[in-house]
């Protein structure tokens, strides 16, 4: 069975600085997707950012970047100059390529940002 | 262009009662997914709906059923309610981009609280 692990229940960053956030997964998938979700204190989830497995080239978006081992089966998420409004549980989650829209959530890392 | 409506945004139901939630997905999507999000956890996947027929089912009971609608519209029904059924229920509205891969869009969520 499929699963996402992130050992990191909080963090905290300051303000400007940059953060890491973990994850592992479990798969025996050779076609799958891998996702950073924010889940801001309002609740709604919006997509940081993701990866094509079959990509060996890290994603980028702006100040939020992948790093993806895929051996390891490891998708760490890194933000830099870490602003106020990144305060927020960030999930990891998982899909299998084809899959209509079954998404396999980690427990999430509450991130604090401190000015 | 709206986005994923959810109704009601919090409901107080007691322990054996029945509940219906509602999903409006975003214009042109014709599927959804419904996500259970206990307290402190990531959400797990209840339902996914495409052109009105169910894709997939997470490992949950007989007691939540759901269904869509001919305007892609979908609702999530739970019966026998148990005080483990407290939760944040999201539902995501899917975009199909293509090569496998569908991007969804969270709504802000139904918090149900069982008493």
């Known amino acids: 069975a499929q699963t996402v692990t992130q050992s990191q229940p909080e963090m905290s960053v300051q303000e400007a600085e940059t953060v890491t956030l973990s994850c592992t997964y479990d798969t025996s998938e050779s076609d799958y997707y891998l996702f950073w979700y924010k889940q801001p204190p309002s609740r709604q989830m919006i997509l940081v950012i993701r990866q094509e497995a079959y990509k060996q080239q890290n994603a980028t978006e702006n100040r939020f970047s992948v790093n993806f081992q895929k051996a390891a089966k490891s998708f760490s998420l890194k933000i830099s100059d870490s602003q106020l409004g990144d305060a927020a549980m960030y999930f990891c989650?998982?899909?299998?390529?084809?899959?209509?829209?079954?998404?396999?959530f980690g427990k999430g890392t509450k991130l604090s940002v401190k000015p | 262009d709206a986005g994923v409506t959810q109704s009601p945004t919090h409901l107080i139901k007691t322990r054996g009662q029945h509940v219906t939630l509602r999903c409006s997905p975003i214009?042109?999507?014709?599927?959804v997914s419904w996500y259970q999000q206990v307290l402190g956890q990531g959400p797990q996947f209840i339902f996914q709906?495409?052109?009105?027929?169910?894709?997939g089912r997470g490992n949950f009971p007989d007691r939540f059923s759901a269904r869509q609608f001919p305007n892609y519209s979908s609702e999530l029904n739970v019966n026998a309610l148990l005080l483990g059924d407290s939760a944040l229920y999201l539902c995501?509205?899917?975009?199909?981009?293509?090569?496998?891969?569908?991007?969804?869009?969270f709504g802000p969520g139904t918090r149900l609280t069982v008493l």
């Open positions: 995501a509205s899917i975009q199909q981009l293509g090569s496998g891969y569908n991007e969804q869009f």
């Open positions: 214009s042109g999507h014709k599927s």
């Open positions: 709906y495409y052109e009105k027929e169910e894709r």
């Open positions: 989650a998982y899909s299998i390529g084809g899959s209509q829209g079954n998404l396999i």
